[in-house]
């Protein structure tokens, strides 16, 4: 497979090598696919975690249970902020 680069993309794959962070381009691309596959892991297991409490959330509004909506949000800003200091 061939992959042809932008030039700005080119000239900062050429800073990090000056820059001594990596040895050659080769480098640079399996560090970018490394984190590329890392992220996609990341996500995948975000979407399962969250589908599995929108079941139990469905769960437990077919039986009756409630959750107030500001609680709700309170929470999910919660885990926004968590996931934002993660960055």
Do not use: C, H
Not at 4 to 12: I, M, N, R, W, Y
Not at 38 to 48: D, G, R
């Amino acid at each position: 497979m061939k992959v042809t680069l932008k030039p700005e993309q080119e000239q900062f794959i050429q800073s990090q090598i000056e820059r001594g962070i990596f040895a050659n381009p080769e480098q640079a691309i399996e560090a970018a696919l490394r984190l590329l596959e890392e992220q996609s892991i990341s996500y995948e297991q975000w979407l399962e975690e969250t589908r599995a409490e929108v079941e139990v959330g469905l769960t437990q509004l077919k039986q009756g249970q409630k959750f107030p909506l500001e609680v709700a949000f309170e929470q999910l800003q919660q885990k926004l902020d968590k996931l934002r200091e993660g960055q």
